[in-house]
Structures are given as structure tokens and as C-alpha cells.
């Protein structure tokens, strides 16, 4: 596994492209940090950010890994494109030549997107620990253990998302054409829930309805953590309106995208069987 890795690795780092879009990530997940020293200071009115509290522990591990998954895209581009390297430069008929099997090769992609998904998470929870040892008001240690569950949720999300692009990648064959796809994808969601809605259930059917379609359920892993915030819940009482949403995740929706990311890991592995290379 190792070894599968290491090759890997190395197509990834050998690849300017990559090598800029990797490093460009992690800069976007270092970058939170820089929320913190967002300050207004016109005449009376003295805004600092960090003193909202969204860098408050337990707070900060919902909005962190609620906000960095928006970056995954630019892993996503590394992923597709990834593949489609393998053709345009038919490194994977030499791969196979050389003897690497194709349960082998889908094995180190499979092996690359769960690396991907554990530095990131990695990543995220020593960004995170930071500011919170910093800005937060809350450095107690039970305080700072709860809702670490957001960080395996986190994975789990950005696996099943990196095995949806790894497996457009295997059957568009290019990198461009499978990004448009799953922007199609993710358009073609929202217009099947627009037509639930208007032509066959309630709101509340169609959510769960849509809930077990693949890009939907990875989003509801990790739920918006704005209205968590005080200075929403103050305002919210101001008016007279009750802030009252569910922010767990529970074990079916964890289920539904690791049932995705097993059948895109097995499909793609079953077209590239299939496909004569």
C-alpha cells in the first residue's frame, strides 16, 4: 500500500499543475486564520470578527469544517485530472505493463483520495486548535473535546466527494469535461428537487427524498453553523423570531455517503475492468 502510494505521490508532485493547486489548498485552509484580523473601525462603529466568537471552542470545529469544505474543489481539479493524465500520457497502460493489476491501480487512486481527505482533516483540526487556543474564551479541556465529532464527519465528506470525482475522472476520461459534469450534476440535483417540490411531495418529503441523492447527503453531514452563532440568536430574540435547527448528524446520513463512496470506488474499478485500455 505503501509502495502504491509512493507512485502516486509522484505523478502528483512530478505535475506542475497539481503541485500549484495542492499548495494553493492548504494555503485557502491556512488562510481561515486570516478571518481573525478582519477589523472595521469607521468613526463609532468598531467591528472585530474573532469577537463574534466563531473562533470560540466548541464552536470553531462546526464552522471550520463547514466553511473549508467549500475549498475541495481545487482537490477535486487534482483528482480528475489526476486521471485524466493517466490517458493523455498512457502512464496507466504502463503501469499495468509493468504489472501493477487494475484492482492495484484503483487502489492507489482509492489510497490517494483517503490521504487527501486525512491531511485535510489533519490540517483543519491543528488551524482550528490554534485559534481557538488564541481567540477562544473557552480553554477548558472538556470544552475544547466537545464536537471534535465534526472532524471525522469532515472526512468522511471529503472522501465520498474525492470517490464521486475519481470516478467521473475514470469514465469522462478528461479532466475538464468531468469537472462540467459535476456541475451538471450538482445543477441537476437542485432542478429534481424543484420538480419534487412543485409537481409530487412537501417540502418535507422531497428533503428526504433528496437526501439519499449523492452530493446532498454529503452536504447535510456538516449543517450551516451560522445561526449557532450569539449575535444571531440575539437578534433573532430582538425580533421576536426562535432560532431552534438541528445541528447533529446522524448515523443513516453517515451511512448514505459511505454507501456512495463504496459504489463509486466499485464502479469505477468495474468500467476500468471493463474498458479495453
Given amino acids: 500500500m505503501i509502495r502504491l502510494l509512493q507512485i502516486e505521490f509522484i505523478k502528483l508532485w512530478n505535475n506542475r499543475a497539481s503541485k500549484v493547486l495542492i499548495i494553493s489548498y492548504f494555503a485557502l485552509l491556512t488562510s481561515i486564520a486570516l478571518f481573525a484580523a478582519i477589523k472595521f473601525d469607521i468613526g463609532p462603529v468598531q467591528f472585530h470578527l474573532a469577537d463574534q466568537g466563531i473562533f470560540n471552542f466548541p464552536y470553531i470545529w462546526h464552522f471550520n469544517t463547514f ?150 447527503s454529503m452536504f447535510n453531514l456538516i449543517k450551516e453553523p451560522f445561526s449557532r452563532l450569539g449575535a444571531v440568536q440575539s437578534v433573532a430574540n430582538q425580533i421576536g423570531t426562535e432560532v431552534a435547527l438541528n445541528y447533529n448528524t446522524y448515523w443513516y446520513e453517515v451511512l448514505i455517503v459511505l454507501a456512495w463512496t463504496a459504489l463509486f470506488v466499485y464502479l469505477s474499478y468495474a468500467l476500468l475492468k471493463k474498458r479495453d485500455l
Fill in 67 to 216: 466553511i473549508t469544505a467549500f475549498f475541495k474543489l481545487f482537490l477535486a481539479i487534482v483528482i480528475v485530472s489526476m486521471m485524466s493524465n493517466e490517458y493523455s500520457n498512457k502512464t496507466i497502460k504502463q503501469n499495468l505493463i509493468d504489472g501493477l493489476s487494475k484492482k492495484e491501480f484503483i487502489l492507489s487512486k482509492f489510497l490517494t483520495v483517503i490521504s487527501f481527505s486525512l491531511i485535510s482533516t489533519i490540517f483543519v483540526f491543528v488551524v482550528s486548535l490554534i485559534l481557538g487556543l488564541v481567540y477562544s474564551d473557552y480553554n477548558e479541556f472538556v470544552i475544547i473535546v466537545t464536537d471534535l465529532k465534526f472532524l471525522p464527519i469532515f472526512f468522511i465528506k471529503l472522501m465520498g466527494f474525492f470517490s464521486f470525482c475519481l470516478f467521473l475522472g475514470i469514465l469522462v476520461k478528461r479532466s475538464a469535461f468531468a469537472l462540467g459534469f459535476l456541475i451538471l450534476w450538482q445543477v441537476f440535483e437542485g432542478i429534481f428537487r424543484g420538480i419534487l417540490r412543485w409537481k409530487f411531495f412537501d417540502e418535507e418529503t422531497t428533503d428526504i427524498i433528496m437526501n439519499f441523492f449523492p452530493l446532498q
